[in-house]
């Protein structure tokens, strides 16, 4: 189950990807790739992970439910990172010579779920240090602009890091923390340059980890709003301690502070080896 990218990704998406930290791309995955992660969907839902959360209690179990990791447990979705067509994508969107998986999450609201993503940037959540890194999000049902991701146009390119906040009830993740508080962007809406886009199964972002972004609640009466997020390294990538535990923590992945995540644990996707032999020969 691998598809070719038609052609290569045109230099104004990469330019745009730059400039915004995030663009949109059209029909990238087709049914196979999307029947494929709905079927992990069903699985996960049952057969949960050490570090899956229900983030809304209080309107039902699994009303609002992530889970973190799970290309290493599952095949299904081993498949998706290594077979489906990001690689190339994610490599030029980055200008990076290679990709490694570094880990994947489902986010799943259902029906008339209030609850907000919190904004929040995602590398300072993660043991990573460097440029190069990227999230691909893409929704398994229809979702509408707000109902997916929203992002801070340019936020990638402040400068700044800010406090990571647990999903649940919004308590910052590290004590003693070195980042500065989260601005209160969605109480000054119009104060920011805030980018959303109508969205269907196929289509994705990929945005930078140090872009701003969160969506709203998912106010459609019957459809749930599942999503799959995979997170991704380029050249320049190494691992880096934060100030207190990570979700996951990777604390058997084999590296220390500055070590190149190019690595076993976080493998390369592209060029995929038979792309490399191609190549050599």
Not at 37 to 51: E, H, I, N, S, W
Not at 168 to 183: G, L, M, N, Q
Request: glycine share 10%; hydrophobic share 40%.
């Amino acid at each position: 189950m691998r598809e070719s990218l038609v052609g290569p990704v045109a230099e104004d998406l990469v330019r745009a990807y730059e400039a915004d930290g995030v663009v949109c791309l059209r029909g990238v995955f087709g049914r196979e790739w999307i029947d494929l992660l709905r079927a992990g969907f069903d699985r996960v839902a049952v057969d949960k992970g050490p570090d899956a959360a229900d983030h809304t209690p209080e309107e039902g179990a699994g009303r609002f439910f992530t889970d973190i990791d799970l290309a290493r447990r599952d095949t299904g979705f081993a498949r998706f990172v290594h077979g489906a067509p990001a690689g190339p994508i994610l490599a030029a969107l980055m200008r990076s010579k290679r990709v490694n998986f570094f880990f994947d999450t489902v986010w799943a609201k259902g029906p008339g779920v209030a609850k907000r993503t919190n904004w929040h940037q995602d590398q300072p959540y993660f043991t990573i240090a460097g440029s190069q890194n990227c999230t691909l999000w893409l929704p398994l049902d229809p979702a509408p602009a707000g109902v997916a991701l929203e992002f801070v146009r340019g936020s990638h390119r402040w400068g700044r890091w800010f406090d990571p906040l647990r999903t649940t009830d919004a308590r910052p993740f590290f004590r003693d923390s070195p980042y500065e508080p989260i601005p209160d962007i969605e109480g000054d809406r119009a104060g920011y340059d805030i980018m959303s886009w109508d969205m269907a199964p196929g289509d994705c972002v990929v945005f930078h980890g140090l872009t701003l972004h969160g969506a709203g609640g998912n106010p459609q009466a019957e459809t749930w709003r599942r999503a799959y997020s995979s997170n991704w390294l380029g050249d320049d990538m190494v691992f880096a301690g934060r100030p207190g535990e990570t979700r996951p923590a990777f604390d058997d992945c084999g590296l220390a502070d500055g070590d190149p995540m190019d690595s076993a644990f976080f493998p390369r996707v592209w060029p995929r080896p038979d792309n490399e032999l191609e190549e050599r020969q």
